[in-house]
């Protein structure tokens, strides 16, 4: 379960590091998207589900980076640009902005 929050910036390539502490606890494949209030969440999948079936779906790279998709970067977790907090939500993360 993860709960807590972490600082966190976007680099300009657009990709988000994950924290250790939180990668380790994720599996190998981690689904993007935005949630009903609007913020992105990153949600791992479980290893029976398809990659392929699953736009948003996405390996987590070298130093468990993920790449924010180009049509949820108009999303409210960037409102004060690429500085942002991830908030341990149980079995996801939610990303929200930071000053």
């Given at each position: 379960m993860l709960y807590g929050?972490?600082?966190?910036?976007?680099?300009?390539?657009?990709?988000l590091r994950i924290p250790s502490e939180l990668s380790k606890k994720f599996l190998k494949f981690v689904l993007i998207r935005k949630?009903?209030?609007?913020?992105?969440?990153?949600?791992e999948l479980n290893q029976g589900v398809?990659?392929?079936?699953?736009?948003?779906?996405?390996?987590?790279?070298?130093?468990?980076?993920?790449?924010?998709?180009?049509?949820l970067r108009k999303s409210i977790s960037f409102l004060f640009g690429k500085k942002v907090f991830l908030i341990g939500k149980?079995?996801?993360i939610e990303i929200k902005p930071r000053r």
């Open positions: 929050h972490w600082e966190a910036t976007v680099d300009y390539k657009w990709r949630n009903e209030s609007g913020f992105l969440e990153i949600t398809e990659k392929k079936d699953l736009p948003d779906c996405y390996e987590l790279k070298k130093g468990a980076r993920v790449l924010i998709p180009r049509h149980g079995k996801s």
